[in-house]
């Protein structure tokens, strides 16, 4: 006699899915912000800064989107794609959440091309951090570690 026919279905949904992992006791909590309108790309950095142990980010597919997360939510790393979608777009972000009472301390952008002064400026560690994509993965560990 043949086994039975069994059909199991497994329905995941990882569109809304959190690390609920509890911070270390006197652990303080690191939060970050991904802004960039590609979704592979949001998981892929948020893939990269959980190695980090930056477990808690917020996502935003547009810079008003982003803008609007800093200003309710305190943030220790962001990392924005600098071609955002929107009338302020990732440049005019980038501008906003390094000047002002927003302030997030640690920015990284990610852009397609790099200019020569892009490069020049990243080796003498000028903030924010531009990385050229596609990112290096142990690259972006490592400054994410740094947080």
């Known amino acids: 006699m043949p086994p039975p026919d069994i059909a199991v279905e497994l329905d995941f949904d990882f569109e809304d899915a959190q690390d ?10 690191k939060r970050a912000l991904i802004a960039n309108a590609d979704r592979a790309e949001r998981l892929y950095i948020r893939a990269r800064m959980s190695l980090a142990d930056l477990t808690q980010a917020d996502e ?4 008003a989107d982003a803008l609007e997360l800093a ?19 990732g440049y005019e972000l980038v501008r906003q959440l390094t000047r002002t ?24 560690g000028r903030e924010p951090v531009v990385l050229e994509k596609p990112v290096h993965p142990l690259k972006l560990t490592a400054l994410l570690s740094r947080v």
């Open 20 to 29: 609920t992992r509890p911070p270390e006791p006197g652990e303080p909590v």
């Open 60 to 63: 935003a597919e547009t810079a």
């Open 71 to 89: 200003r309710n939510n305190r943030y220790e790393v962001a990392v924005i794609d600098y071609g955002l979608p929107g009338a302020k777009g």
């Open 101 to 124: 009472e927003q302030r997030i301390p640690h920015v990284i952008v990610t852009k397609d091309k790099l200019s020569t002064a892009e490069k020049v400026g990243g080796l003498f």
